[in-house]
């Protein structure tokens, strides 16, 4: 399950992952709301945060997650992954580098920083 998180500013989104993320969460909540923050904004920034409630995400979610990013490539700004999450983190650092934007890995008890981080 993907949910909104709310009060930060207008070039930033954020979600949480709970559960398992399933492809249904992308194409009903993070796509729509990636597309909506394209249409007012040229650069974008994201804050996802995959806490102590999140249990996996399926394949099916993991290939919606590198569309979306191949899509809008250019328009990353700031990304920042909340997670303790080995294999998130891991992958992370693998894959971050091939994005134009700053991409950050903060720890779960490092939610605040993260949130400061991707506002600045």
Known sequence: MIE??????????GFTAKGQVTAHDY????IPTVEAKLKEK????????????????????????????LKHIT???KIAVVSDVDWIRSATKFFGFALPGHVKLFSNSQLSEAIEWIKA
Do not use: C, H, Q, T
């Open 4 to 13: 909104l998180i709310p009060d930060l500013p207008d070039n930033v989104f």
């Open 42 to 69: 040229d650069k974008i920034r994201l804050l996802y945060y995959l806490g102590p409630d999140f249990v996996s995400v399926s394949a099916s979610a993991m290939w919606d997650d590198v569309r979306v990013g």
């Open 27 to 30: 194409e009903s909540v993070i």
């Open 75 to 77: 328009s990353w700004e």
